[in-house]
């Protein structure tokens, strides 16, 4: 008995393959770029493949480091 959606893996895959790019007025593909590497993660950020506009961000948290601890 296994079902055979896996909405989560589809949720996963569409993460930031294609964003609103208002110089283009609708969603297109993303270059995505490492920005900086930070201590906690590195910040990505995302380019419209035609005209090089950044429309948007992300940081990426290191696996191993997720947990936050004070
Ligand atoms: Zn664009």
Request: net charge positive; aromatic share 8%.
């Amino acid at each position: 008995m296994r079902s055979a959606a896996q909405p989560q893996e589809q949720f996963r895959s569409f993460s930031a393959s294609s964003l609103y790019c208002p110089q283009c007025r609708q969603e297109t593909p993303v270059r995505e770029r490492l920005l900086l590497v930070l201590p906690d993660g590195n910040l990505y950020e995302y380019c419209c493949v035609h005209c090089g506009t950044s429309t948007g961000s992300k940081t990426e948290k290191e696996p191993n480091t997720s947990r936050i601890l004070y």
